[in-house]
């Protein structure tokens, strides 16, 4: 990690090196917020857009609304975005024919443009007004960030409902998941420090895994080793 660091709650802004503003923390946790709504909706959890591992599912449909206030609070997106090739301009959509398609589809389709044209704003504004803050918040590379940043409104509305746009962050880290999810339920402050701190060192470690990857035992990839130290841990766990 650099000497900048973000800020996570209970811990003093002034003090860390601070790269993301309060404006920006609270837009990502905003985000954040209506990135698990869907994902605890049981109409929804099982879109690929906003499917978490079953075990954090069932942990966080338990648990009490201040819990998912700390686990939304995580400094950085718990989603990704991802762009189609440009020189595949089949893979944007149209924005006609929805009529013709199923209810549940047009339902799910609905949900997802809407997600993904909130998504698509916070991170065009990011790009052109806090510089790095996108890449940082999202993981993205400064090639995406920059095409982001180029789009115009009609193409926004367009890609916002590309099937491919959204995932989970982390896919093939279950054991990042089960952990934000134990820390945002549990009393622990250090605890969810922790689970912040691992989130971060998992930016640009895993996060270009293919869309197909799926939360199963076969699909894990070889990932860092984060151990926790009793005494005195560090800021990151890496």
Not at 115 to 120: E, H, I, R
Not at 197 to 208: D, P
Request: proline residues 8%.
């Amino acid at each position: 990690m650099s000497d900048h660091k973000l800020t996570a709650p209970g811990i003093d802004g002034a003090r860390q090196g601070n790269l993301l503003g309060a404006a920006v923390r609270r837009d990502i946790a905003d985000l954040n917020r209506l990135f698990l709504y869907h994902a605890l909706d049981p109409v929804h959890r099982d879109d690929s857009w906003f499917r978490l591992p079953a075990a954090t599912i069932q942990q966080l449909a338990k648990a009490p609304s201040d819990a998912l206030e700390r686990a939304v609070a995580v400094p950085v997106a718990l989603f990704e975005l991802l762009l189609p090739d440009p020189a595949d301009v089949t893979a944007w959509p149209g924005a006609v024919g929805d009529a013709d398609q199923p209810m549940e589809h047009r339902a799910r389709g609905e949900v997802r443009r809407s997600f993904g044209l909130v998504a698509l704003g916070v991170v065009r504004r990011l790009a052109e007004g806090v510089p790095y803050a996108a890449r940082i918040a999202f993981g993205l590379p400064a090639a995406t960030e920059s095409r982001l940043s180029g789009l115009t409104p009609s193409e926004t509305y367009r890609l916002a409902s590309w099937h491919g746009l959204v995932r989970p962050r982390w896919p093939a880290h279950t054991r990042f998941w089960t952990t934000l999810a134990g820390a945002a339920v549990g009393s622990r402050n250090e605890d969810l420090r922790w689970a912040y701190s691992a989130g971060l060192c998992l930016m640009g470690q895993c996060e270009r895994q293919p869309a197909t990857v799926r939360y199963s035992g076969a699909d894990r990839r070889p990932r860092p080793t984060h151990r926790r130290v009793r005494r005195k841990p560090p800021d990151v766990p890496c």
